[in-house]
């Protein structure tokens, strides 16, 4: 085998493929919440976030929850939260119906009835709890956490920003309100505002691999990459995969952004290990076949292992991805069939794809049109340039 050429040349991922990573990245809060069991130390000074965004790891119905309650609606709280972790919203749910209409009149029940509902897609039936909970007590920090994130499911980002802070005014010190309104500030495009507010609940949080430390470092690790901070974002990655090492997301997008900062061979080594631990992984499976297409370096290159990977994500997600159509397009291209690739460039650009990533695959269908397979470098002075005809 020849001796690897030095891997100094930096790789521009497709900014697609980091919005892939962002969509993986919020319902994977709901794997840690459920994978982990919730069992982690309890925040002090009042009841815990028991839904898919249940960032402080407590238990939900941990007991510390209902300690100063009566045994019936203690009891009601447990059994809703095994309920909750079981996946059935809608028992957890009911079981806190029978004490609320028994006259149950607190506060923290109904904002936890807000979490459920939430979760069982119950909005305007989530939204009327959360606003009983702040009315039965202004000053309830996670009433209005609890309402903003309800608001945030419905798209109401600037009323659910309004209420989570208010939720940090009276709870200062609360992780959890920090990390809504980090999601809140990113969805919102006020970039620096949420990588802010994610290293404030980094700064809360206790040392060590909590939920709530894994959590801002999943969701603040491609906020960085996109805003150019790779190397920062590797090292939320590191943490990532150290803490779980069987998540092949995180070997996976940490190999894009790897080649982004030049060190090809890490990142094709990363990528390959997210497609061992997870054969299905569509992110593993595109971002595998994007650097095998496209990084600049003949040596690494493989267009028909590309293909291969590529077209198994395109059948994963029923060739309804503009993102790995795109990928597919630049693996045959690679391979010499152009026919191939415009047709599914061509595909890609007709699924819908973002204002700011449209140019770039304009680009790319017309270098397709030219026989020319697509090269992404990013060279010393940050400008994108992409070598004709080069394979």
Not at 19 to 47: I, K
Not at 222 to 250: C, I, M, W
């Amino acid at each position: 085998m020849p001796q690897a050429p030095p891997a100094s040349r930096k790789v521009q991922p497709d900014s697609l493929a980091l919005m892939a990573w962002c969509s993986f990245a919020f319902p994977l809060c709901m794997v840690f919440w459920l994978a982990t069991g919730c069992a982690d130390s309890s925040r002090e000074g009042g009841a815990s976030s028991p839904d898919s965004t249940n960032t402080s790891g407590d238990q939900v119905g941990n007991p510390s929850v209902g300690e100063s309650l009566p045994g019936e609606i203690a009891a009601a709280i447990q059994q809703s939260g095994r309920w909750a972790m079981a996946g059935d919203w809608a028992a957890a749910v009911e079981a806190l119906d029978s004490v609320i209409k028994a006259g149950a009149n607190e506060a923290r029940l109904f904002a936890l009835r807000a979490h459920f509902r939430q979760n069982a897609g119950d909005f305007a039936g989530a939204l009327a709890d959360a606003e009983q909970a702040t009315k039965l007590d202004p000053s309830y920090a996670w009433g209005y956490s609890t309402k903003a994130e309800v608001l945030m499911s419905m798209g109401r980002n600037e009323e659910a920003l309004t209420n989570v802070s208010r939720a940090i005014l009276l709870s200062p010190e609360d992780g959890d309100s920090y990390l809504i309104r980090a999601r809140l500030q990113a969805a919102t495009g006020r970039t620096a505002s949420a990588l802010a507010d994610y290293d404030r609940v980094l700064a809360l949080a206790p040392k060590g691999a909590t939920n709530l430390t894994l959590m801002a470092r999943m969701e603040r690790a491609p906020l960085l990459a996109a805003t150019g901070n790779y190397e920062a974002a590797v090292e939320d990655l590191n943490h990532l995969s150290k803490a779980v090492p069987t998540d092949a997301r995180f070997y996976a997008i940490r190999g894009l952004i790897q080649a982004q900062l030049g060190r090809i061979a890490q990142g094709i080594q990363d990528c390959k290990k997210a497609v061992e631990l997870d054969p299905s992984s569509v992110l593993a499976l595109n971002n595998l076949a994007w650097l095998l297409a496209v990084v600049p370096d003949a040596h690494w290159r493989d267009g028909k292992q590309a293909v291969e990977l590529a077209t198994k994500a395109c059948e994963i997600t029923r060739w309804e991805n503009p993102i790995f159509l795109g990928t597919l397009a630049a693996a045959y291209a690679e391979e010499g069939d152009f026919a191939s690739a415009l047709k599914w460039q061509e595909q890609a650009i007709a699924l819908g794809i973002s204002d700011s990533d449209l140019s770039a695959a304009r680009r790319r269908l017309t270098a397709y049109q030219k026989h020319e397979p697509w090269r992404q470098i990013l060279s010393d002075d940050g400008h994108v340039e992409r070598p004709s005809g080069t394979k």
